[in-house]
T-cell receptor, first 114, second 111 residues
Framework: GAVVSQHPSWVICKSGTSVKIECRSL??????MFWYRQFPKQSLMLMAT?????????EQGVEKDKFLINHASLTLSTLTVTSAHPEDSSFYIC??????????FGSGTRLTVV | GESVGLHLPTLSVQEGDNSIINCAYS??????FIWYKQESGKGPQFIID?????DKRQGQRVTVLLNKTVKHLSLQIAATQPGDSAVYFC??????????FGTGTSLTVIP
């Protein structure tokens, strides 16, 4: 089946620094990937849709300058949390769509900003 | 987004019993639905899906029921096992590629 690899699985960073999260489709090409954010004991909130070779589409209320998305190839999308603050601490999850296997999720990245 | 996350409701069942997890979706135009299972600290795992032209679909030990009239989705797990303990989310899609997740239900299986 389709596999989506997300890295890192856990990152702790200092307030004010930037963190990059990678999402890779390992055995398929994904023209579209999705980034979600999840707070403890809450549901997944769609942040943005990442389109290969074009700008990401952000959901209402998500700051595009804060959460930079780059989808430079058919197998890699990155989410960069810029100038991170403690309120950005969350679980970030990516997913990708592959025609035969549907929507597959990465294992998530737990970001802790101290 | 179409559905907003809230604090999770919980469901506790005895091992071996059947579980029913419910989900109310918000967009009457949604035409594709998926149930996901999420274990602590991990990403969601696909369980079963259903399209809006169906009202029931069965998998291994799981059945999804769709009632479009009241915009309700349910997941039935037969003979629930301790390994089924997790948070379960329904997700809806309406034409576009984006999925929007429901509130989620935390299932605890009591041995």
């Amino acid at each position: 089946g389709a596999v989506v690899s997300q890295h890192p699985s856990w990152v702790i960073c200092k307030s004010g620094t930037s963190v990059k999260i990678e999402c890779r489709s390992l055995d398929f090409q994904a023209t579209t990937m999705f980034w979600y954010r999840q707070f403890p004991k809450q549901s997944l909130m769609l942040m943005a849709t990442s389109n290969e070779g074009s700008k990401a589409t952000y959901e209402q209320g998500v700051e595009k300058d804060k959460f930079l998305i780059n989808h430079a190839s058919l197998t890699l999308s990155t989410l960069t949390v810029t100038s991170a603050h403690p309120e950005d601490s969350s679980f970030y999850i990516c997913s990708a769509h592959e025609g035969n296997y549907g929507y597959t999720f990465g294992s998530g990245t737990r970001l802790t900003v101290v | 987004g179409e559905s907003v996350g809230l604090h999770l409701p919980t469901l506790s069942v005895q091992e071996g019993d059947n579980s029913i997890i419910n989900c109310a979706y918000s967009n009457s135009a949604s035409d594709y639905f998926i149930w996901y299972k999420q274990e602590s600290g991990k990403g969601p795992q696909f369980i079963i899906d259903i399209r809006s032209n169906m009202d029931k679909r069965q998998g291994q030990r799981v059945t999804v029921l769709l009632n479009k009239t009241v915009k309700h989705l349910s997941l039935q797990i037969a003979a629930t096992q301790p390994g089924d303990s997790a948070v379960y989310f329904c997700a809806e899609k309406a034409g576009s590629n984006q999925f929007y997740f429901g509130t989620g239900t935390s299932l605890t299986v009591i041995p």
